[in-house]
T-cell receptor
C-alpha cells in the first residue's frame, strides 16, 4: 500500500516569503492532519480535516497559515508571510477513520532564513 | 483541550536492560493512546497502541499499560537493543469525539553498548 506522500522534502526561503506544502494521503483515508514539529519537540497539531471539512484548526496561526483539502483528498498548507520561527518539519498524516492509526508522511523540512 | 505530559525527556539504558517511559493526559474523554517511534530524520511510526477498554497490551518486547483512573500510561521496552535508540512519542486522542491526536514532547532513548 502506498504511504502518505509529501512534497517538497526540503525548502529554504527568506523571511516574509510565502511557501506551500502538498500532501497526498493514503487512498481512502478520510482524516488528514497537518503537524508542525520543531527540532527536539513533539508534533504539534495545526489542523485536522475530516474529508474536505475542517474538524479542528484551533492551533493554526490563521494570520499567516492556511490549509485546504479540496475534494477531500490532497491537501495544501501555505505560509504567507513566513517568519524565522516557522522553521520546522511539517508532517502530514492520514487515518482511515476516527478509530484508526495515523500514518505519517516523510515531512517537509522548512528553513526560514 | 487535551494536554499530554511525557517523562523523562532523555533516557539512557544499558543494552539488555529495560526502559520505561511514562505519560499523563488531562482529558478524561481520551480513549486511544498510541506510541510512535521516530528515528533521526525519519517520520514517526506507530509501534503500539492501546484503547481504554484494556489495561495492558504486549507485542514481543514492547508493552503498554494504561491507568484510566490516574490518567497515565506507560511504554515498557524489555531486553533493549541498539536499534531501539530513537525518540519515542506518546499521544492521546478522544477518538469518538473530535478525533485529534495530541502528542507528548518525546523521550530520546539511548541504548548504551
Amino acid at each position: 500500500e502506498a504511504g502518505v506522500a509529501q512534497s517538497p522534502r526540503y525548502k529554504i526561503i527568506e523571511k516574509r516569503q510565502s511557501v506551500a506544502f502538498w500532501c497526498n494521503p493514503i487512498s481512502g483515508h478520510a482524516t488528514l492532519y497537518w503537524y508542525q514539529q520543531i527540532l527536539g519537540q513533539g508534533p504539534k497539531l495545526l489542523i485536522q480535516f475530516q474529508n474536505n471539512g475542517v474538524v479542528d484548526d484551533s492551533q493554526l496561526p490563521k494570520d499567516r497559515f492556511s490549509a485546504e483539502r479540496l475534494k477531500g483528498v490532497d491537501s495544501t498548507l501555505k505560509i504567507q508571510p513566513a517568519k524565522l520561527e516557522d522553521s520546522a518539519v511539517y508532517l502530514c498524516a492520514s487515518s482511515l477513520d476516527r478509530y484508526g492509526e495515523a500514518f505519517f508522511g516523510q515531512g517537509t523540512r522548512l528553513t526560514v532564513v | 483541550g487535551e494536554n499530554v505530559e511525557q517523562h523523562p525527556s532523555t533516557l539512557s539504558v544499558q543494552e539488555g536492560d529495560s526502559a520505561v517511559i511514562k505519560c499523563t493526559y488531562s482529558d478524561s474523554a481520551s480513549n486511544y493512546f498510541p506510541w510512535y517511534k521516530q528515528e533521526l530524520g525519519k517520520r514517526p511510526q506507530l509501534i503500539i497502541d492501546i484503547r481504554s477498554n484494556v489495561g495492558e497490551k504486549k507485542d514481543q518486547r514492547i508493552a503498554v499499560t494504561l491507568n484510566k483512573t490516574a490518567k497515565h500510561f506507560s511504554l515498557h521496552i524489555t531486553e533493549t537493543q541498539p536499534e531501539d535508540s530513537a525518540v519515542y512519542f506518546c499521544a492521546a486522542s478522544p477518538l469518538n469525539r473530535d478525533d485529534k491526536i495530541i502528542f507528548g514532547k518525546g523521550t530520546r532513548l539511548h541504548i548504551l553498548p
